[in-house]
C-alpha cells in the first residue's frame, strides 16, 4: 500500500534530500546527531568497546564502568564551590578525548555576536511584573531578581548570555533558589513562561559542581547518567535535549536524548559516548533499562515536564516503574522536580509518592496563563467546521500581508473575519496556525482538504512515522507549510516560535488540554490568538471553558454564558472552583490527611494573590476523574 504524503511533506523531503540530508528515508538520523560533525561521525564508526581510561574525556560524562570519578579527580567537588571557584574552571566541555562537541549557537568564530542584541527579541516581560505567586511549605529559599543573584557558574551564566535570557522568568526567579538548595518541587507556571531552563538550569550547575560525584558504578554498556529529564512525547524530548544541550555548552556536563521511534541503534552509541543528563519519553527508557543499558542508580536529580500527564492513567504505570521499581535512588537521596503549566488535585496527590519534603509552587494569578491570548469561541456546527475553517484562514491571509500578522492583546475578535484592530504586535516572520483536531484520521482528512483547496497545511499525529513528524515539524516551523493540523501529540510543550493563531477545530475533553494547547501560542510575553469551534457536542467543557475566559479577562460571548448556566458539571472532571494552573497546594485541602516524610509547612502568598485571588475554599480541581481523557486513537500517539 502506497503511503500518502502530503504536499507540505513532499517539499520538505525534496529540500532534504537537494540539501543532502537525511533524505534517503532509510537512513534516518535523528535531529540531535543530524549536525555532529564529520570527524565525531568517524569516531562513532569505531568499534565501541567501554571506556578508554586513557582517552576518556576527563571532565565528560563518560560514565562508563571503570574506577572513575571524573569530577573528584578533576578537583571539582570538595570546598571550592562558591563564586570564582574550583567548578568554574571546569570547562572546555567533554569534546576533549572521544567525541567534539558541536556549538548549538553556531558562534564559533564570534562570540560577541550573541551580545549584540542583549535581550532575547519580543519578551515582554512586563507582561510579569505584577505576577502573584503562592508557595507552601518549609522554610521556601526566597526568589531572585537576577541572574547575576544565583552562583549558576560561569560557563552556564555565559550560555544563559548567548541564549539572550537577560533576566530570569518569575517561574525561575522562584525555582532555581529552591532546587540550587536541593529541594524537591512541584511547580505551576503558565504556558511559555520558561519551565525548562527552570529546571535544567539547577541540574547543570549541581552536575558542574560535582556535588553529585560518586563513584561510577562496574557495569560495562550501561551507561549511568546522574540526571534524568522525562517529557512525555518525542518532539518535546528532542526540544528539551536543544535547550539543555545549549544551556550546558562547555560546561563538561552531557546530554543525550532517548525518545521512541528513532533507531535505538543511534542512541545506545550515544550513551556509550557518556552521558550525564539523559533527556527522554518513559517507553524507550523502559526499554532502555530492561535492555540494562541504562542504570538509574547514580540518579540524583529527576525531572519531570508536563508532570501531571506523565502521571495521568496513559503514562502512571510506566513512570511509576522507571521511579519506584528500577535501581532509581528513593526521594530523599535524589532530587524530584515536577513541573506543568496544570496541576489537578488528584494528580497532586499521586505525585507526592515521588517527592520528599517538597514545596509547592504556583506561578501566575487565577487565569494569566491567558492574558496573552486573545480567547474566542464560535459557534460552529460539526458540518460547517471545514467551511468555517476556511472563512477564518482567508481573512487571515487578506488581513495577513504577506505573512506579516498583526496582534494585541487588547483585540478582541468577536466576527468570524478575523477583525484585527490594533498593531501591537507584528510578527514580522511568517505567520503560523496551529489546528487541533480529536483523531488521527480527522487530521489526516483535514490536512488533505486543505492542500486541496489551496492552504498549504501539513499534520502530526501518531500514526505518522518519526520521520514524518519531525518532516513536518521542520516544514511548519520553517514557514513553508504555514498551516499544522495537529492532535493532542503537540498540544504540551512545543516551543514554536511564530505561532500566531491556535485553532480548536475539535475542542478537547478537557479544560488543561485546552490551556496546554491555546498555550502553544502567546508564549514568552508575545501576545497571541486561540479560536475555538464550539457546539453542542462540547458541552462538558462549557463550564470550565466559560470561567477559564472570565478569569483571564476576555469577553464571554452571552450564548455561552447562557451554555454554561443550562449545562451541568458532569463527572466533576472539568469542575475548576477556581484556581487555575492547578490551583494550589493539595496538602492545604483538609481532606488531606498527612502522613510519612512530607509534611506541609503553610502557605506564603505574594504579588497579588489574596482577596480577590479566587484561591477560596475548594479551590482546585474537583477530587475525582481525572484522567483518561484523551480522545479514542490520541493516546498511541504519545511516546
Ligand atoms: N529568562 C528568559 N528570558 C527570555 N526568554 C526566555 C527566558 N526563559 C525562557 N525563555 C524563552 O521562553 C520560551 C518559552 O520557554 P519554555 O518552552 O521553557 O516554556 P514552558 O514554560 O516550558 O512552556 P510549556 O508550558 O508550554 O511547556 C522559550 O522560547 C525560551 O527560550
Request: a neutral charge; hydrophobic letters at 35%; aromatic letters at 8%.
Amino acid at each position: 500500500m502506497s503511503m500518502r504524503t502530503s504536499w507540505a511533506d513532499s517539499v520538505s523531503a525534496a529540500e532534504n534530500a537537494a540539501a543532502g540530508g537525511g533524505g534517503n528515508r532509510s537512513t534516518y538520523v535523528p535531529p540531535h546527531l543530524r549536525n555532529r560533525s564529520a570527524s565525531s561521525d568517524s569516531l562513532a564508526a569505531l568499534p565501541q568497546g567501554g571506556p578508554d581510561p586513557v582517552n576518556a574525556a576527563p571532565t565528560g560524562g563518560n560514565r562508563w564502568a571503570g574506577p572513575r570519578n571524573d569530577y573528584n579527580r578533576s578537583g571539582y567537588i570538595g570546598g571550592s564551590g562558591g563564586r570564582g571557584g574550583g567548578w568554574n574552571n571546569r570547562n572546555g566541555g567533554w569534546d576533549r578525548g572521544r567525541d567534539r562537541e558541536v556549538n548549538p549557537f553556531g558562534d564559533d568564530d564570534n562570540t560577541e555576536q550573541a551580545s549584540g542584541e542583549p535581550e532575547n527579541t519580543g519578551i515582554n516581560f512586563d507582561a510579569y511584573e505584577d505576577i502573584p505567586v503562592e508557595t507552601s511549605g518549609d522554610n521556601v529559599p526566597p526568589p531572585v531578581n537576577t541572574f547575576a543573584d544565583i552562583d549558576l557558574g560561569d560557563a552556564l551564566n555565559e550560555n544563559i548570555r548567548r541564549c539572550k535570557y537577560v533576566r530570569p522568568t518569575p517561574v525561575q526567579r522562584h525555582t532555581i533558589p529552591i532546587s540550587l538548595a536541593g529541594r524537591d518541587l512541584m511547580a505551576c507556571a503558565q504556558t511559555g513562561s520558561g519551565k525548562t531552563a527552570a529546571f535544567c538550569f539547577p541540574i547543570i550547575s549541581g552536575i558542574m559542581r560535582g556535588q553529585s560525584a560518586q563513584r561510577a558504578p562496574r557495569m560495562p554498556r550501561t551507561a549511568c547518567p546522574l540526571a534524568l529529564i522525562l517529557s512525555p512525547t518525542r518532539e518535546l524530548s528532542s526540544q528539551i535535549h536543544d535547550e539543555a544541550k545549549k544551556f550546558a555548552y562547555q560546561t563538561g556536563v552531557k546530554v543525550v536524548v532517548a525518545y521512541g521511534g528513532a533507531p535505538i541503534s543511534q542512541q545506545l552509541r550515544e550513551l556509550e559516548r557518556g552521558v550525564d543528563i539523559l533527556v527522554a519519553t518513559p517507553g524507550r527508557l523502559v526499554d532502555l533499562l530492561e535492555r540494562a543499558r541504562v542504570s538509574l542508580q547514580m540518579i540524583r536529580y529527576l525531572a519531570l515536564d508536563e508532570a501531571d500527564r506523565m502521571l495521568d492513567m496513559g503514562f502512571e504505570p510506566q513512570i511509576r516503574k522507571i521511579v519506584q521499581q528500577m535501581d532509581m535512588p528513593p526521594p530523599g537521596l535524589r532530587q524530584t522536580m515536577l513541573f506543568s503549566a496544570t496541576f489537578p488535585k488528584e494528580i497532586q496527590r499521586l505525585a507526592s509518592d515521588f517527592l520528599s519534603n517538597y514545596i509547592f509552587l504556583a506561578v501566575g494569578r487565577v487565569g494569566s496563563s491567558t492574558d496573552l491570548i486573545v480567547q474566542r469561541v464560535e459557534y460552529v456546527h460539526e458540518t460547517d467546521k471545514r467551511s468555517h475553517l476556511m472563512d477564518l484562514l482567508h481573512a487571515q491571509k487578506a488581513n495577513g500581508s504577506h505573512g506579516k500578522v498583526k496582534l494585541g492583546a487588547s483585540d478582541l475578535c468577536v466576527n468570524v473575519n478575523m477583525a484585527f484592530l490594533s498593531p501591537s504586535l507584528v510578527v514580522n516572520k511568517q505567520a503560523l496556525t496551529l489546528v487541533f483536531v480529536e483523531t488521527k484520521k480527522g487530521a489526516d482528512s483535514l490536512e488533505y482538504w486543505l492542500c486541496s483547496n489551496g492552504f498549504p497545511a501539513t499534520t502530526i499525529h501518531g500514526d505518522r512515522t518519526q520521520q514524518e513528524r519531525e518532516y513536518a515539524l521542520r516544514s511548519f516551523k520553517s514557514g513553508n507549510t504555514p498551516i499544522l493540523v495537529a492532535t493532542d501529540v503537540a498540544a504540551r510543550g512545543l516551543d514554536i516560535p511564530h505561532v500566531a493563531h491556535v485553532v480548536n477545530f475539535d475542542l478537547p475533553n478537557d479544560i488543561d488540554d485546552y490551556v496546554h494547547r491555546i498555550g502553544r501560542t502567546g508564549r514568552a510575553g508575545k501576545s497571541g490568538l486561540a479560536t475555538a469551534f464550539f457546539n453542542e457536542n462540547n458541552s462538558s467543557l462549557v463550564r470550565s471553558l466559560s470561567e477559564l475566559m472570565q478569569e483571564a479577562n476576555q469577553e464571554v460571548p452571552a450564548w455561552l454564558s447562557r451554555f454554561a448556566a443550562k449545562a451541568s458539571y458532569g463527572g466533576g472532571k472539568n469542575r475548576r472552583g477556581g484556581g487555575r494552573f492547578g490551583g494550589r497546594d493539595f496538602r492545604r485541602d483538609s481532606s488531606f490527611s498527612r502522613g510519612g516524610a512530607d509534611h506541609y509547612g503553610g502557605g506564603n502568598m505574594s504579588g497579588g494573590y489574596g482577596a480577590t485571588s479566587g484561591y477560596g475554599a475548594g479551590g482546585g480541581y474537583g477530587a475525582s476523574g481525572y484522567g483518561g481523557s484523551y480522545g479514542p486513537g490520541v493516546t498511541s500517539a504519545w511516546d
